[in-house]
C-alpha cells in the first residue's frame, strides 16, 4: 500500500502578495520611522558636532593669530640677540674655548641687565651661566630639543628661537637664540626678558579670549590651557599626573585626544594646537582641555523617541489598508514572465520574453528583450575591443610589461620592451623575475615592486647595460594594478629610454659653457683692438696686439678641448688617468702668472669621459674668482676609509657660507650659471660627488669624494 504526501496547502497569488506587502508596509514604516528618528538625531548631534568644530577651529585660529603677532615682535629682536652672541663668542675666544675662563658676568653687564648668557656643552648640559638657577640643567630631557641642539653645535652661524617661558626659576617669558662655537664643542646661548613680553602676553590673553570663544557655546562646560611641556598657562603648575600623562600622549601623537565619561554625560577633548616651527627648537604648541556637557542632548533624543513611535504606529496601519486595495489589482503575468527571465539568466540570449495582456507587464517585456539584445551587442565589442587594445599598447613607443603578483610570473610583455631589455616575449611571459635576472637584479625589482605597492608607484631611472649597445637610461615607472575588492593582483610596469634627451642635455651643456668662454675671449679681444687704436707708439700697439694673440690662442685652444670631448662621447664611463688630465688642462689655460702644482700619486679614476671638463671648470673657475690674492692652485689627495678624497685647493678670496650649496645649483652664478653644475653632473654618472669647503676669504677648497671600485693606484713600470 503506497502512503500518499499530505496535501499541500496551496494559497493565492493575491493572498501571498497580500500578505508580502503587508509585512514590506510594516518594515517600510518601520525602517522610515527608525531612519528618520536616527536621521534627526543624527541630524542634532551634527550640528552639535559642527558647533564643537566651529568652537574649536575658532580656538585654533586665536591662538595662531596670537602665535603670528608674537613672531612679529619676535623676529625683530633677532638682530639684537645676533649682536650680543657675538660680543659672547668674543669672550668665549679670549677665554681659549674654557667656559669656565670666561668672564660672564662682564659680558652680561655690557649687554645689559635683561640678558642671561648661558654655556651648552656637547652632552645638552649647561656648564656655565649667569642665570644660576638653570646651571647644570640636562636638555636631553627634552630628546627633540636635545637633536635640535645637536644639529646647531655641528653647524655654522646664528640661530633665534621663539619667545617661551623659562621652564626653570620665575617662569619668566623669554627670547632665546644660540650660535655654535668654532670648534664646535659648545653652544652659546643668550636669553632675553623685559616686561614688554609679559606686557604683550596679557594683551594677547589666551584663557580670556578663549572664554569670549565658548560663551557662545552652551555645551561648553570648562577649559584648561596647557603649554607643550604640560604646565598649566595661567600659573605655570603642573597638573595631576593623570591630566599630565593626557597632555604628554597629544604633544607626542600630535592630535587631539577624546574622553568620554559615560556616567557623567561628559565628553572631554584634548585639543591639540600645533605651533611648531621646524627651524626653530622650542615648541610653542599648547593643549586645551575642553569638557563638554552632553545631559542636554540626550534629554531632547528621549523626547524624540516618544514623538517617532506614536507617529510609526499610526503610518504602519493606514499602510495596511492601502495594501489590500493595491494587492487585488496585481494579476497573473508574473509566473510567465519569471520563466522567460530564469531561461535568459541561465545563458539563453536568443530567448524572448512571451507577450501579456498587462499594459504595464508590456513594458517590462520590452525592456528586458532590449536589456538582452544590448547585453549581446556589448559582449561583442568587449571581444573586439581587448583585442584593439592588446594591438595599441604592443605599438607604443614605450615598454609596457606586467606581471602576476600571485605567482610573480610576467603576463604581458610589449614590443618596445622586447627592443629596450633584449628579452623576446617568449622568453618572458610565464617565468618570473629569478627566472629571467641576476639575484642583484631581483633584489632591486623587489625593492621596487614593494615601493609601488607601499606608495602606489615607484618612479626611479636606471642605468643598464645590454649585449648589442652602450650603457642606457631607462626612466622606469611601476604601479599596482587592484581588483574590485582592492586586493593587489597585478605589478605594471613602463619604461622608456632617455639615454638620448640625457646625452643631449650634457652636451648643451658642455657647447653653451664653450661658447660663454669663447665669447669672453673675443671681449677681450676688441678691448684691446680699440685701446690699441689710441696708442701712437710702436711698442704700445705690440703690447696690445701680444695680448690679441694670447685671447686668440685661448679660444683656439676651447675649440680643440670642446672637439675633443665630443669626440669622446658621453655614454661609457672609462679608466681616466688624473696626472695627464690635470696636465692637459693646465696646458690649455689662458695665460697667467699662477702657480700649478700636481701632489698625487698616479691615480686613474672610472668616470664620465667628459672628466677633463671638471678639472677644466674647476681651474678657469679659481683664476675668473680668485681675485688678484690668487698665486697658487695645487692638487692633493688623501684616503678617508675605503674612500678617495681629491682636493682641488687655491689661496685665492674664498667662497661665501651662504653659497657653498647654491654654487652648484642651475643657473648659479656668473657667465652661463652651468658650470659647477655641469661637474656636478659630470661625477655623479658614477657617483663621485664634489663638495666646497674652504674658508672665505683664504681661498675655495673642492673636495671630491670618490668611492671604493671607482678608483685605482696605476703601477708605474720601472725603468730598465
Known sequence: MTVKDPPRKIRSISFTLLLSMILLIICIVGFISLNSYFYTKNNFEHESSLLQVQTEQNIIEAMRLKEITWNVYDETLNDQMKEGLVSVLLEYNRS??????????????????????????????????????????????????????????????????????????????????????????????????????????????????????????????????????????????LPDETVLGYVAEVMKNRATLELQDRDHQRTTRYLMVDLKVDKYGSDPSRVVAITYNLKLIHDALNRLILFHIVTGIAAIVLGCVLAYEFSRRITRPIKKIVGDVNTIAHGDLEHRIGTTQSSEFAILENSTNMMVDSLKLALQQVKEGDILRKEIIDQLPVAVFMKSVKDGKYLYWNKTSEQIFEMKASEVIGKTDRELFSPEMVSVIDKEDKEAVLNQISISNKKISNKFQDQRIIHMIIVPILSSENILQYILGIGEDLTKETNNLKMDLLFSITRRDVLDQLSIIMNYLERAQLRTTHEEMQMFFDKTIESIVSIQKQMAFGKSLQDLGTTSPKWQSVSKIWNDVVRLLPANTIEFSLETADIELYADPLLPRVFYNLLINALHHGGPQLTKVRLSARLSGASLILIVEDNGTGIPFDKKTKIFEFGCGEGTGFGLFLIREILGNTGITVTETGEPGKGANFEILIPMGKFRFREVTPEK
Not at 648668557?117 to 640636562?138: F, H, M, P, R
Not at 630639543?145 to 620665575?170: C, H, Q, W
Not at 580670556?208 to 611641556?229: A, G, K, L, Q
Request: hydrophobic fraction near 35%; charged fraction near 25%.
Open 96 to 237: 681659549q674655548g674654557e667656559p669656565n675662563e670666561m668672564d660672564l658676568a662682564k659680558v652680561k653687564n655690557n649687554l645689559g641687565e635683561h640678558y642671561d648668557i648661558y654655556v651648552i656643552n656637547e652632552s645638552g648640559v649647561i656648564v656655565s651661566t649667569t642665570y644660576a638657577q638653570e646651571l647644570g640643567t640636562d636638555f636631553r630631557q627634552v630628546p627633540y630639543f636635545y637633536d635640535y641642539l645637536t644639529k646647531i653645535r655641528l653647524s655654522e652661524g646664528f640661530f633665534p628661537d621663539r619667545i617661551v617661558r623659562e621652564r626653570l626659576g620665575a617662569g619668566r617669558l623669554m627670547k632665546y637664540a644660540y650660535m655654535p662655537t668654532p670648534d664646535h664643542r659648545f653652544i652659546l646661548e643668550l636669553g632675553y626678558s623685559s616686561t614688554i613680553l609679559e606686557e604683550l602676553n596679557q594683551k594677547l590673553d589666551d584663557k580670556e579670549n578663549i572664554r569670549r570663544i565658548v560663551s557662545v557655546n552652551p555645551y561648553v562646560e570648562d577649559f584648561t590651557i596647557f603649554n607643550s611641556m604640560g604646565r598649566r598657562l595661567d600659573t605655570n603648575s
